[in-house]
């Protein structure tokens, strides 16, 4: 497994932009592809975005596309989520995740190593 934290999360209101970064223990990350989930307390953890480990294919959920971009620098072994347009539904704990596999997927269940979170609290 791959150490994993994430920075960057907070209190911004309603329509403002935020930016997620996740640092990774390993230069091996670059070779993983990494995802983006979300939980609020007393419901599922939700898939938000994912990106195969060259960058090159993305993936999001309906509920952020066109909002929210994923992106990462595997020379730095960081993974970032650029959030704008926020809106008080993408209140969660944001969690960065890694697979030690190349390719993404919306599966949390597929992902093994986990970041501790970081909130995201969006006020109207």
């Known amino acids: 497994q791959v150490q994993l934290e994430e920075s960057g999360g907070g209190l911004v209101q309603a329509g403002g932009s935020l930016r997620l970064s996740c640092a990774a223990s390993?230069?091996?990350?670059?070779?993983?592809?990494m995802g983006w989930f979300r939980q609020v307390a007393g419901k599922e953890r939700e898939f938000v975005a994912a990106?195969?480990?060259?960058?090159?294919?993305?993936y999001y959920a309906d509920s952020v596309k066109g909002r929210f971009t994923i992106s990462r620098d595997n020379a730095k072994n960081t993974l970032s989520l650029q959030m704008t347009k926020v809106k008080p539904e993408d209140t969660a704990i944001y969690y960065c995740?890694?697979?030690?596999?190349?390719?993404?997927?919306?599966?949390?269940?597929?992902?093994?190593?986990w970041g501790q979170g970081t909130q995201v609290t969006v006020s109207s």
């Open positions: 390993e230069s091996a990350i670059s070779r993983f592809a």
């Open positions: 995740a890694a697979r030690t596999v190349p390719f993404a997927t919306m599966d949390d269940e597929t992902y093994d190593s």
């Open positions: 990106i195969n480990w060259s960058g090159l294919t993305t």
